[in-house]
């Protein structure tokens, strides 16, 4: 069979555990992930394109250290991901990139809508590109982004609810 690539698109602003334990089981699953981070200049951002990619990438190469350091994962997926920027269609970048699918974490039900729409109207773009989900652990169910951001801008401690390299740009910005 040949190798199946995988996409995990986002805004990743910044990138939360709830992300990088979704990423990472998709990268159990699959043979190699793009991390997509979305560059969209109409949508306004606590960080840019650059940063997001940068937290992504340290938080992977830290996790796949830490991982082989302490013998945990006998095979370590952050070798397998990489991160990239993409602005246009996510099923054109999907494309572009031989991605035969697209995957997204599921949190809850309240996700759904939302992911549904997402989901076929992609199918509708481009059929031959399929939309997988995965179900969010039940830890990470109630993080996200913008509860993150908030939680930081008033002084909340957000240190187990986003990777380190997160928590230090949140730091440095807010
Ligand atoms: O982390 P987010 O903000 O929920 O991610 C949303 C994202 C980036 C996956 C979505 O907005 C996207 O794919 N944007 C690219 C534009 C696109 O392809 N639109 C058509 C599908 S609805």
Request: with cysteine; net charge neutral; hydrophobic share 40%.
């Amino acid at each position: 069979m040949s190798p199946i690539k995988a996409v995990c698109p986002g805004t990743f602003d910044p990138l939360t555990l709830g992300h990088t334990d979704y990423i990472l089981r998709a990268a159990e699953i699959f043979d190699h992930v793009i991390v997509g981070v979305l560059n969209n200049p109409d949508k306004s951002t606590l960080f840019s394109v650059e940063e997001r990619l940068k937290i992504i990438e340290e938080t992977f190469a830290a996790f796949s250290e830490k991982s082989a350091k302490e013998g945990q994962v006998k095979w370590i997926g952050a070798k397998r991901i990489e991160a990239k920027s993409f602005s246009g269609l996510l099923v054109d970048f999907a494309q572009k990139e031989a991605c035969q699918v697209i995957v997204r974490g599921l949190r809850a039900t309240s996700d759904y809508e939302y992911e549904a729409q997402m989901a076929l109207m992609n199918r509708h773009l481009n059929p031959q590109v399929e939309t997988l989900y995965l179900m969010t652990r039940e830890k990470h169910s109630y993080i996200s982004s913008s509860v993150v951001k908030q939680i930081a801008s008033f002084g909340g401690d957000v240190s187990s609810l986003v990777p380190e390299a997160s928590f230090r740009a949140l730091q440095k910005r807010l």
